[in-house]
């Protein structure tokens, strides 16, 4: 079974840095994504930035990009989201999923098309 566990969560103060990981097992094949996506309290839960593991190809969410670089060590499925100019909106519950890349690659979480396999969670708080 394919299994997900993040980590790296903390508190930090507006404009500081944070880096989470993400190591990820199970898949008996490379053509699949890893994301991480994140929640507030009562909003929706957004994609962040997602890496495609056989091509290599990352993307990222407008209100992140210049500020957060997601990357991969390839020694172990692992991956990790380096967080800069952290904002105090920054401040959720974050999440690392894997699955196919096309479920990966989504703006917010829906019903229909959304990755199967989460990890549970790490909180970030930006404050000072």
């Known amino acids: 079974e394919v299994q997900v566990v993040e980590s790296g969560g903390g508190l930090v103060q507006p404009g500081g840095s944070l880096t989470l990981s993400c190591a990820v097992s199970?898949?008996?094949?490379?053509?699949?994504?890893i994301g991480w996506f994140r929640q507030a309290p009562g909003k929706e839960r957004e994609g962040v930035a997602c890496l495609s593991i056989r091509h290599g190809s990352t993307y990222y969410a407008n209100s992140v990009k210049g500020r957060f670089h997601i990357s991969r060590d390839n020694a172990q499925n692992t991956v990790y989201l380096q967080m800069n100019s952290l904002k105090p909106e920054d401040t959720a519950v974050y999440y690392c999923?894997?699955?196919?890349?096309?479920?990966?690659?989504?703006?917010?979480?829906?019903?229909?098309?959304?990755?199967?396999?989460w990890g549970q969670g790490t909180q970030v708080t930006v404050s000072s």
């Open positions: 999923a894997a699955d196919e890349m096309a479920r990966i690659r989504v703006p917010t979480v829906v019903p229909h098309n959304s990755p199967r396999n």
């Open positions: 199970g898949f008996t094949f490379d053509d699949y994504g």
